[in-house]
Each structure stands twice: as structure tokens, then as C-alpha cells.
């Protein structure tokens, strides 16, 4: 029974319902109204026919008296499918005719009879003897009244006909809702119990179950698939964050050290110039740590989606040309040539600081990666519109980053260089990836140079999808 009271509590069923509720009463009214309509169409061809047979006996009677009048009547009313034919006293007494009696007080009133009155025949046996009909009633100049009628039989077996469809129709309509509704109902509560089973091992804590989607396509599906992009949205965030809490401990343990012996140092020194040193590395080093933090709030903050709202159409073409004219003179200083491909007034919509902050930490890793030296190597940027989108490549010919390690390069802190000898936090990746992910479009790392196979180099490219340009 439970069963049913969650299935009745479902807006589908109750719409269901609804509807076919709204159609019984739909095809109620109409068949009622056209038997109605057919009824008194019928009713007005007897009253039309009635009144031709009144018209033709009286000109009879005005043309031949009473002995014509009888033979008119005798004739009419020996005819297959007759109408009704007496004659009365003034008191109402029947004195010839095809009916052998009428409802009384049917005589009482001249012109057509108010409502359908009862009558027998001569001919009626057992449940027959009881009939409906229509009359226009008239009086001689000697006071005897003829009463020429219709039998309403016919209509009432027409109405009769079409109750009787109307009924079949809506038993047939109730058993095929009544199956309907069992069969759906039954799918549905199977499908809500495997949801509810998936949702509580969910509630248990196993974020990796994923709620039943059937492959129909409806309202269940779709809310399946919400729910599961959702969930895994969610199993990414905390698997996230479980990797930055591990790596927080590891990664920042090694510079709060420094920072403390660096710190114990500069208290047990009495020479003022080693102390202003240990105190410059103090600050150095927690100015490296607040690099560090402000680039995992930023990551938040684009992963949290806090800065969709902020979405604007973005010259990206201007944004790439400005970044790479402010690392010249790095790419210089470190013995690289930076080199633009960059097509002009490209859009995008964005969020113009987000995508500066990206494009700076691809070029920062090209130059703080690739080797400089004699015959300053090249670290290329490039900015083309292709079919699917935009694309903004950085290529640089350093040691690249092995296949097998790519999706790793993404994750928070997670460097090449496992001595961490060299400078960074490991956080520049995972900041664009974040960024394109916020952007619907994607991070796409390749060899540079897949032919050498000392130093094929990196190309990191910002794919921006067609639909935000």
C-alpha cells in the first residue's frame, strides 16, 4: 500500500490523473451535447412531419367532412411505420384510432402536447405496452378531438446507443489507465527504490555510487544525470581537497622549518648585518608562502564558481600581446627568445583577469622550464581561432613532461622534480586547468617536438570551446 501512496505523491501520476479525468469530463460533455443535439433535431423533423400529417387532415376534413376525415385517418394509419391516429369525445373517451389508450389528460388541452405523454398499442403484449410519444391535438366544429402523434422510440434508442458507447468507451479508457498506471507505476517505484538504495550508500559516505540512469531519456534520467554530475563534481572537490591537505603537510612543512631556524638563528646572532640577512630570508620565505596560499584561494574561488557571475566579453588577443611584452625581458634575462603568433581581435567570453592570471602562470612555466643559453630557444605563443574554438598554445623545447605524467602535472603540488630543488609550488597547472574548467573549455598538454627524444619540449594549450567565442 506504501507503494501506492508514493506513487499517487509523484506530480507525473498526478498530472496523469489529471488529464485523464479532464478527458472523461471532455468526452462526457461532448457526447451529451451531441445526443442532446441529435435528439432535438429528430424531435423537430417528428414535429415538422407531425404537423404536415395535421395540415393534410384537415384539408380533408374541410374537403369531404367526417366520412373523408375517417377514410384519411383509416388509410394513414394502416401504413408501415404509421403515426399515432385517434379520434376522442370531447370528454376524452377514444372512439377510433390505431392506439388503444393514451395517458390522461392528454385530451384536456388543443395544440401540441407539453411534454412526451404515455400510450399503448393494440398490439403491445407484457413489458412493450408502455410507450412515449409526441402529439398535436385539435378540435372539430362538432367538438371531437384527433390526436396525430410520432412514437419516440427512436430517439430514445438513439440516446439509449450512445449512453451505451459512452459508457464502453469510458470503461475501456478506465481499464486502459488503470494498466497504464500499474505498469509505469511499477518501473517507477523500481527505479526510485534503486535511486534510493544508491542514495543512501552516498549518505554512508561512498561518494563514488552513482545514481541508475535507465537510457529513456525522461525525467528520471535527466534528474540522474544532474545528481551524478553533481556527485562527481562533489568526489572531485573532496578528493581535492583530501590531496591539498596531504600536500599542504608535506610542501609546507619544509619552508615553516626554514622559516623557524632561520628565525632562531637571527635571535641567537649579535651581528646586526647576519640578522638583517636571516631576516630578508624570513621574509623571502613568507612571501613565498603567501604566493603559495593566495594561489590555493584563487583555485578555490574558480572551482567554487564565486566568479561566474563576473563574465564579460574578453579581447584575449589584447590580454596575450600585453603578457608577452611584459615577459620579454625574463625570456631575455634567462637566455630565451619570445616569439607571438597572435591573431588579432579575438573574443572571448570570460573573466579577464581569471584568463590573464592563466596565460601568465603557461608562459612562467615555458621560461622558468625550457634551458636558455647560445642560440636563445624559442618559447612560442600562439593565439588562432580553429573550428572548435579558440586556442592559445605555449610551446617551449625544455624536457617536457612525460605522457604518463600529464594528468598528474594538474594535480595541486605535484612537481617533476621530486628533490624540489627547483623554484615554484606546483599550483600553476592545476590554476589554469581550474580556470578552463570554468570557462567549459580545457587544458591540453603535448610534446613539442615529438621526434627528439632528448628534449621534445611542452606545448600547453587554452582551448576555449566555440560557443564563448
Not at 103 to 124: C, H, K, M, N, S
Not at 248 to 268: F, Q, S, Y
Not at 342 to 368: H, M, W, Y
Amino acid at each position: 500500500m506504501s507503494r501506492f501512496r508514493v506513487l499517487f505523491k509523484s506530480t507525473a501520476v498526478r498530472l496523469s490523473a489529471l488529464y485523464i479525468l479532464l478527458f472523461a469530463l471532455c468526452a462526457a460533455t461532448l457526447v451529451f451535447y451531441v445526443t442532446a443535439m441529435s435528439e432535438r433535431l429528430l424531435t423537430g423533423q417528428i414535429r415538422d412531419a407531425v404537423q404536415q400529417e395535421v395540415n393534410q387532415v384537415k384539408r380533408a376534413y374541410d374537403a369531404g367532412g367526417l366520412n373523408l376525415l375517417l377514410r384519411t385517418m383509416e388509410r394513414r394509419s394502416r401504413q408501415p411505420g404509421a403515426n399515432l391516429y385517434v379520434i376522442a369525445s370531447p370528454s376524452g373517451d377514444i372512439l377510433a384510432g390505431n392506439v388503444a389508450s393514451v395517458q390522461p389528460g392528454v385530451f384536456d388541452d388543443a395544440g401540441w402536447t407539453e411534454i412526451p405523454f404515455l400510450y399503448e398499442r393494440y398490439t403491445d403484449t407484457g413489458a412493450e405496452r408502455r410507450h412515449l410519444a409526441l402529439a398535436n391535438i385539435f378540435t372539430l366544429d362538432n367538438g371531437l378531438r384527433i390526436l396525430i402523434g410520432r412514437d419516440l422510440g427512436e430517439p430514445e434508442r438513439f440516446r439509449l446507443l450512445v449512453r451505451q458507447a459512452l459508457m464502453l468507451a469510458l470503461a475501456i479508457m478506465g481499464l486502459g489507465a488503470l494498466v497504464i498506471w500499474f505498469g509505469i507505476g511499477r518501473n517507477a517505484l523500481k527505479r526510485i527504490d534503486r535511486m534510493t538504495d544508491a542514495s543512501r550508500k552516498i549518505m554512508a559516505g561512498d561518494l563514488s555510487q552513482r545514481l541508475p540512469v535507465g537510457g529513456s531519456g525522461d525525467e528520471f534520467d535527466r534528474m540522474s544525470g544532474s545528481l551524478n554530475n553533481m556527485l562527481e563534481r562533489i568526489e572531485k572537490l573532496n578528493e581535492g581537497l583530501r590531496q591539498v591537505s596531504d600536500n599542504i603537510a608535506h610542501d609546507l612543512k619544509t619552508p615553516l622549518t626554514r622559516l623557524r631556524n632561520k628565525a632562531a638563528d637571527a635571535l641567537e646572532t649579535r651581528d646586526n648585518e647576519a640578522r638583517r640577512i636571516a631576516l630578508e630570508g624570513i621574509i623571502g620565505e613568507s612571501d613565498q608562502l603567501i604566493r603559495t596560499f593566495n594561489a590555493l584561494l584563487m583555485i578555490s574561488r574558480v572551482e567554487a564558481g564565486s566568479v561566474a557571475a563576473e563574465m564579460t566579453a574578453v579581447d584575449i588577443s589584447s590580454i596575450v600581446a600585453d603578457t608577452a611584452e611584459l615577459y620579454e625581458p625574463v625570456a631575455e634575462e634567462a637566455g630565451l627568445s619570445l616569439t607571438t603568433d597572435i591573431e588579432p581581435s579575438v573574443e572571448v567570453q570570460g573573466n579577464r583577469e581569471l584568463i590573464g592570471q592563466a596565460i601568465f602562470n603557461l608562459i612562467d612555466n615555458a621560461v622558468k622550464y625550457a634551458p636558455g643559453g647560445a642560440g636563445k630557444p624559442e618559447v612560442v605563443l600562439r593565439l588562432a581561432r580553429k573550428p572548435d574554438g579558440v586556442h592559445l598554445c605555449v610551446a617551449d623545447h625544455g624536457p617536457g613532461v612525460p605522457e604518463q605524467s600529464r594528468e598528474d602535472v594538474i594535480k595541486r603540488f605535484y612537481r617533476l622534480d621530486e628533490s624540489r630543488s627547483k623554484p615554484g609550488t606546483g599550483l600553476g597547472l592545476s590554476l589554469i586547468e581550474a580556470v578552463m574548467e570554468l570557462h567549459g573549455g580545457k587544458l591540453q598538454l603535448s610534446d613539442t617536438d615529438p621526434e627528439n627524444m632528448v628534449a621534445r619540449g611542452l606545448t600547453a594549450s587554452m582551448v576555449f570551446p566555440a560557443k564563448a567565442a
